[in-house]
């Protein structure tokens, strides 16, 4: 049996990930040692990170979940032996060292939050508009993101 317990987040348009994980097989732990990417569109979400030396020699591990709602969620794993992290694409079919193909998890639930976008307009940013973006640190930020059309990054929260 295989236990997955992480919590993996970005910026909206990937940047920064940053997480906590584990995974339990048989009951050994596997931890990741950094996070190297973070990608999600829609209800599936993938993470990449570097693995901690372990007697198999996987250099990174790759998980893909899926979150269709309340019931019949998936993941999928994939282990490398490679001096690169793989690419943080969604796991589909076999690739790396080793491969658990996408299937149902047997308990618990997965949650794929998709990040807010950034701000379009500044009604966006009016009326504490800003805050419920995520994305900005203030009002200020928001309106000169929108103003430079995006050359100004906002400041994250």
């Known amino acids: 049996m295989i236990e997955f317990q992480f919590d993996a987040r970005s910026r909206p348009s990937g940047e920064n990930p940053t997480g906590t994980g584990g995974v339990h097989r048989r009951g050994r732990a596997v931890h990741p040692d950094r996070d190297d990417c973070l990608a999600g569109s829609g209800s599936t979400a993938t993470a990449v990170g570097q693995l901690a030396f372990n007697s198999r020699c996987f250099t990174h591990a790759k998980f893909t979940v899926v979150d269709n709602g309340p019931a019949g969620n998936t993941y999928g794993a994939a282990a490398y032996r490679s001096v690169n992290?793989?690419?943080?694409?969604?796991?589909?079919?076999?690739?790396?060292?080793?491969?658990?193909?996408?299937?149902?998890?047997?308990?618990?639930?997965?949650?794929?939050?998709?990040?807010?976008?950034?701000?379009?307009?500044?009604?966006?940013?009016?009326?504490?508009?800003?805050?419920?973006?995520?994305?900005?640190?203030?009002?200020?930020?928001?309106?000169?993101f929108v103003a430079t059309k995006g050359e100004n990054q906002p400041s994250f929260p």
Request: charged letters at 15%; glycine letters at 10%.
């Open 85 to 144: 992290p793989p690419p943080c694409t969604p796991i589909t079919a076999f690739e790396g060292d080793f491969t658990s193909l996408p299937r149902p998890i047997v308990s618990g639930d997965i949650h794929v939050v998709d990040a807010q976008p950034f701000p379009t307009s500044n009604d966006q940013c009016k009326n504490g508009g800003w805050k419920t973006l995520g994305v900005v640190k203030n009002q200020g930020d928001c309106v000169s």
